[in-house]
C-alpha cells in the first residue's frame, strides 16, 4: 500500500485535500456530482423510452444524447479519480465504496451493451418493438446507477448508520413501489371494467340496435 | 419579524427525529441525489433539446416527461426542508443562522427562484405553446433557445452551490 501513501503526499492532492480555496477539494466534489447527473439523467429518458415510459419518442434521435453522456462519465471519472487519490487507503478499505465503484462499471458496461443495441446503424430501431434483451439491460443499469448513488452517499457513513440507512431506503423503495404497483393495477381495471356511465351507454346503443333492426 | 422567521425556521419534531433515528440524514441525503437526477432527466433533457442538441426529439413528447422532472424537485424540496428545519440536529446551529451566514445557501436558494422566473418566462413569452408545435429537426426559437440555455446553467449552479454548503457551516 506504500503505492496509494504515495499517492496521497503528492503535492497536488496534499494541495486539493487541505486548501480552502475553490479550486480545491470542493470544486472536485461539486462537480462530481454535476458529471454524476449528466451522465445518469439522459440515461433516465433513454430508460423511459425503452421500459415504455415514453412511447411516443423515437429513439434513434436519442443518439446524441450519447455524448452528453460521455461528458458526464469523464467529468465523474476525472474529479472522482482525484477525490479518491486524497484519501485511497481509507476508500480501498472502504466496502461501501468497493460497492459503488463495482456497481460504476457493471452499470457502464450493461449501458454500452444497450446503447450499442438500440443504436446498430443497421437496425431500425424505432420500426420494432424495443427487444427484451435490451430491456433487461436497461433495467440492470438503472438498478446498478441506484445502488452507486446509494453507496456513493453511504461512503461517508460506516458501521450500523450504513445498514440502518440501507435498511431505510429499502423499505421506502418497497412503500413506493408497492403503491406504483396499485396505481398501475387501478389504471388497469379501470381500462378493463367500464364505468356506469359506459355501461349505460353501451345498453342505449344496442336498443337503438335493437330498433333499427325491427324495421 | 426577524424572531418570527427563527421561530418558523427551527423545527424541534425534525430535530428529535434526526436524532433520533440515525439513518434519517443519509436517507434523505440519498433521496436528494434521487430527485436532482430525476429533474436533470427530464428537464435538463428538454433544455438540452432546446439547444439543439438531439434535435429530431419532438417537444411535444419530451414536454410529457417534465411531471417526472417536477417529482424529483419536489423530492429535492422536501429533503432539503428537512436538512435545514433540523439541521440543529446534525451542526447544533439555529437554521436562521445557517440561512444568514452560508453564503452558498443563499446563492442556491437564489438560483431556485431564478429558475423558477426563467420557467415563468418560458410560459408568459408564449415560447411554451411555440416550442411544442414545432417538428422534429426544427431549431427552437432564439428566445426559447435562450431560456433553456439558462435553465441549464441555473441548475448546474443549484447543484454547484448545493455541495459547497456543508463546508461554509
Given at each position: 500500500?506504500?503505492?496509494?501513501?504515495?499517492?496521497?503526499?503528492?503535492?497536488?492532492?496534499?494541495?486539493?485535500?487541505?486548501?480552502?480555496?475553490?479550486?480545491?477539494?470542493?470544486?472536485?466534489?461539486?462537480?462530481?456530482?454535476?458529471?454524476?447527473?449528466?451522465?445518469?439523467?439522459?440515461?433516465?429518458?433513454?430508460?423511459?423510452?425503452?421500459?415504455?415510459?415514453?412511447?411516443?419518442?423515437?429513439?434513434?434521435?436519442?443518439?446524441?444524447?450519447?455524448?452528453?453522456?460521455?461528458?458526464?462519465?469523464?467529468?465523474?471519472?476525472?474529479?472522482?479519480?482525484?477525490?479518491?487519490?486524497?484519501?485511497?487507503?481509507?476508500?480501498?478499505?472502504?466496502?461501501?465504496?468497493?460497492?459503488?465503484?463495482?456497481?460504476?462499471?457493471?452499470?457502464?458496461?450493461?449501458l454500452r451493451a444497450a446503447l450499442h443495441q438500440l443504436f446498430d446503424p443497421s437496425i431500425d430501431a424505432d420500426a420494432q418493438p424495443v427487444p427484451v434483451k435490451t430491456k433487461r439491460l436497461m433495467t440492470a443499469t438503472l438498478v446498478l446507477w441506484l445502488i452507486a448513488v446509494v453507496a456513493g452517499r453511504l461512503t461517508a457513513y460506516s458501521g450500523?448508520?450504513?445498514?440502518?440507512?440501507?435498511?431505510?431506503?429499502?423499505?421506502?423503495?418497497?412503500?413506493?413501489?408497492?403503491?406504483?404497483?396499485?396505481?398501475?393495477?387501478?389504471?388497469?381495471?379501470?381500462?378493463?371494467?367500464?364505468?356506469?356511465?359506459?355501461?349505460?351507454?353501451?345498453?342505449?346503443?344496442?336498443?337503438?340496435?335493437?330498433?333499427?333492426?325491427?324495421? | 419579524?426577524?424572531?418570527?422567521?427563527?421561530?418558523?425556521?427551527?423545527?424541534?419534531?425534525?430535530?428529535?427525529?434526526?436524532?433520533?433515528?440515525?439513518?434519517?440524514?443519509?436517507?434523505?441525503?440519498?433521496?436528494?441525489?434521487?430527485?436532482?437526477?430525476?429533474?436533470?432527466?427530464?428537464?435538463?433533457?428538454?433544455?438540452?433539446?432546446?439547444?439543439?442538441?438531439?434535435?429530431?426529439?419532438?417537444?411535444?413528447?419530451?414536454?410529457?416527461?417534465?411531471?417526472w422532472g417536477v417529482c424529483g424537485f419536489v423530492l429535492c424540496v422536501v429533503t432539503g426542508t428537512i436538512f435545514v428545519t433540523g439541521i440543529v440536529a446534525n451542526v447544533g446551529t439555529h437554521p436562521y443562522v445557517v440561512l444568514k451566514t452560508n453564503v452558498w445557501l443563499q446563492l442556491k436558494l437564489i438560483f431556485i427562484l431564478l429558475a423558477g422566473?426563467?420557467?415563468?418566462?418560458?410560459?408568459?413569452?408564449?415560447?411554451?405553446?411555440?416550442?411544442?408545435?414545432?417538428?422534429?429537426?426544427?431549431?427552437?426559437?432564439?428566445?426559447?433557445?435562450?431560456?433553456?440555455?439558462?435553465?441549464?446553467?441555473?441548475?448546474?449552479?443549484?447543484?454547484?452551490?448545493?455541495?459547497?454548503?456543508?463546508?461554509?457551516?
Amino acid at each position: 500500500m506504500d503505492y496509494l501513501a504515495l499517492l496521497q503526499d503528492n503535492a497536488f492532492i496534499t494541495w486539493v485535500r487541505e486548501s480552502e480555496s475553490l479550486l480545491g477539494y470542493t470544486l472536485y466534489l461539486a462537480f462530481h456530482t454535476i458529471g454524476m447527473v449528466f451522465l445518469v439523467g439522459p440515461n433516465l429518458l433513454i430508460a423511459a423510452r425503452v421500459l415504455g415510459l415514453a412511447p411516443g419518442l423515437p429513439i434513434k434521435p436519442m443518439r446524441p444524447l450519447g455524448r452528453i453522456m460521455n461528458v458526464g462519465l469523464w467529468i465523474t471519472v476525472i474529479t472522482g479519480s482525484v477525490l479518491f487519490a486524497t484519501a485511497p487507503v481509507g476508500y480501498v478499505h472502504n466496502v461501501v465504496f468497493i460497492v459503488k465503484i463495482a456497481a460504476i462499471v457493471l452499470a457502464l458496461i450493461f449501458l454500452r451493451a444497450a446503447l450499442h443495441q438500440l443504436f446498430d446503424p443497421s437496425i431500425d430501431a424505432d420500426a420494432q418493438p424495443v427487444p427484451v434483451k435490451t430491456k433487461r439491460l436497461m433495467t440492470a443499469t438503472l438498478v446498478l446507477w441506484l445502488i452507486a448513488v446509494v453507496a456513493g452517499r453511504l461512503t461517508a457513513y460506516s458501521g450500523v448508520v450504513v445498514i440502518a440507512s440501507l435498511g431505510a431506503f429499502l423499505i421506502f423503495m418497497t412503500v413506493v413501489a408497492a403503491v406504483a404497483c396499485l396505481a398501475r393495477l387501478g389504471m388497469r381495471r379501470k381500462r378493463l371494467v367500464p364505468s356506469i356511465d359506459q355501461r349505460a351507454t353501451f345498453q342505449i346503443d344496442i336498443q337503438a340496435a335493437a330498433v333499427k333492426g325491427g324495421k | 419579524m426577524e424572531s418570527i422567521i427563527a421561530y418558523w425556521m427551527r423545527w424541534p419534531s425534525v430535530e428529535v427525529f434526526l436524532t433520533n433515528n440515525t439513518w434519517a440524514w443519509p436517507l434523505c441525503e440519498i433521496l436528494h441525489f434521487i430527485g436532482l437526477i430525476l429533474l436533470f432527466g427530464a428537464v435538463g433533457s428538454f433544455d438540452l433539446r432546446l439547444l439543439g442538441i438531439a434535435k429530431g426529439l419532438p417537444l411535444r413528447l419530451l414536454d410529457r416527461l417534465v411531471p417526472w422532472g417536477v417529482c424529483g424537485f419536489v423530492l429535492c424540496v422536501v429533503t432539503g426542508t428537512i436538512f435545514v428545519t433540523g439541521i440543529v440536529a446534525n451542526v447544533g446551529t439555529h437554521p436562521y443562522v445557517v440561512l444568514k451566514t452560508n453564503v452558498w445557501l443563499q446563492l442556491k436558494l437564489i438560483f431556485i427562484l431564478l429558475a423558477g422566473l426563467n420557467l415563468l418566462a418560458f410560459h408568459l413569452t408564449g415560447m411554451a405553446r411555440v416550442v411544442r408545435m414545432l417538428q422534429p429537426g426544427d431549431d427552437a426559437p432564439p428566445l426559447a433557445r435562450f431560456i433553456g440555455g439558462t435553465s441549464l446553467a441555473l441548475w448546474i449552479g443549484v447543484v454547484y452551490f448545493g455541495r459547497l454548503i456543508p463546508w461554509a457551516l
